[in-house]
């Protein structure tokens, strides 16, 4: 149970890392790891060809030390010749020795020179192979570096596009808002229209608005009055024409008589 625990908690960590990640700095991350696998291998890759150089110079060495010898082999085996026919024994072992100290030192020296030359040939096939690697990573880092570039230029078009997608879910979540709509608005203004009619409806009808109707109809007649009185002071008042009502007596009256 522990078990399963920790390797939730593991994947969970994983999966929370990567999501936080920014592709941006992973790649850079990549490209510079890449980077510094390429200077160890272009590192190991000197070692070897320097070691190549270095078995090149002990060869050359080795040629030198064994030319030497043999030549100093055959003027000892020459003294010891000549030592021999002028009858002088001890000149004869003398330089008999040195050529067989020389002959020595030669097979060493040829012994060496064939190992150095099995090695340079080892070194050899390895700087050749490193040199491969090399130029084959170079390769794989130049491809790399353009991937990145690719990456990158992918990464900014996503942001891009991420940025007119967030736009445009804002202008329709700004569109889609459950604000007041004007027929709510509209709706309001009725319904706060009718409530101050119905109570001005309900005031008429109490005693209280009959007796302001009755002092507004007052006020209107005394403002009426007050009006005729000014037109008087300015000798515009003029008599109004009386308005008798008719009756049928009157209008026999009023008819001129008929001539005969």
Same mark, same amino acid.
């Given at each position: &149970?522990? !078990?399963?625990?920790?390797?939730?908690?593991?994947?969970?960590?994983?999966?929370?890392?990567?999501?936080?990640? %920014?592709?941006?700095?992973?790649?850079?991350?990549?490209?510079?790891?890449?980077?510094?696998?390429?200077?160890?291998?272009?590192?190991?890759?000197?070692?070897?060809?320097?070691?190549?150089?270095?078995?090149?110079?002990?060869?050359?060495?080795?040629?030198?030390?064994?030319?030497?010898?043999?030549?100093?082999?055959?003027?000892?085996?020459?003294?010891?010749?000549?030592?021999?026919?002028?009858?002088?024994?001890?000149?004869?072992?003398?330089?008999?020795?040195?050529?067989?100290?020389?002959? &020595?030192?030669?097979?060493?020296?040829?012994?060496?020179?064939?190992?150095?030359?099995?090695?340079?040939?080892?070194?050899?096939?390895?700087?050749?192979?490193?040199?491969? !690697?090399?130029?084959?990573? !170079? &390769?794989?880092?130049?491809?790399? !570096?353009?991937?990145?570039?690719?990456?990158?230029?992918?990464?900014?078009?996503?942001?891009?596009?991420?940025?007119?997608?967030?736009?445009?879910?804002?202008?329709?979540?700004?569109?889609? %808002?459950?604000?007041?709509?004007?027929?709510?608005?509209?709706?309001?203004?009725?319904?706060?229209?009718?409530?101050? &009619?119905?109570?001005?409806?309900?005031?008429?009808?109490?005693?209280?608005?009959?007796?302001?109707?009755?002092?507004?109809?007052?006020?209107?007649?005394?403002? %009426?009055?007050?009006?005729?009185?000014?037109?008087?002071?300015?000798?515009?008042?003029?008599?109004?024409?009386?308005?008798?009502?008719?009756?049928?007596?009157?209008?026999?009256?009023?008819?001129?008589?008929?001539?005969?």
């Amino acid at each position: &149970m522990f !078990s399963r625990i920790w390797a939730y908690i593991k994947a969970l960590f994983t999966t929370t890392a990567e999501n936080a990640m %920014d592709p941006k700095i992973e790649i850079e991350a990549a490209i510079n790891e890449a980077k510094k696998r390429d200077q160890e291998l272009r590192n190991q890759a000197a070692k070897v060809v320097a070691h190549r150089t270095q078995l090149e110079s002990q060869i050359e060495r080795a040629a030198d030390d064994a030319g030497e010898a043999r030549e100093m082999a055959k003027q000892a085996i020459l003294k010891a010749e000549e030592a021999g026919k002028a009858g002088d024994t001890a000149a004869v072992e003398k330089w008999t020795q040195a050529a067989q100290s020389m002959a &020595m030192k030669l097979q060493a020296a040829e012994n060496n020179l064939a190992s150095l030359k099995e090695q340079y040939s080892v070194a050899q096939n390895q700087s050749e192979q490193a040199k491969v !690697s090399v130029q084959q990573n !170079s &390769m794989k880092l130049q491809e790399l !570096s353009a991937r990145r570039m690719e990456l990158l230029g992918q990464l900014e078009q996503a942001k891009m596009q991420e940025a007119v997608n967030e736009a445009v879910a804002t202008m329709s979540t700004s569109l889609s %808002d459950p604000g007041p709509s004007l027929d709510q608005v509209e709706a309001k203004i009725e319904k706060r229209k009718a409530e101050a &009619m119905a109570r001005a409806e309900l005031y008429e009808a109490t005693p209280e608005g009959a007796e302001a109707e009755l002092r507004a109809a007052i006020n209107v007649s005394q403002a %009426d009055a007050k009006l005729e009185e000014l037109k008087a002071e300015l000798g515009l008042t003029t008599s109004a024409p009386v308005v008798e009502e008719s009756t049928p007596q009157a209008e026999a009256q009023s008819e001129p008589p008929t001539e005969s």
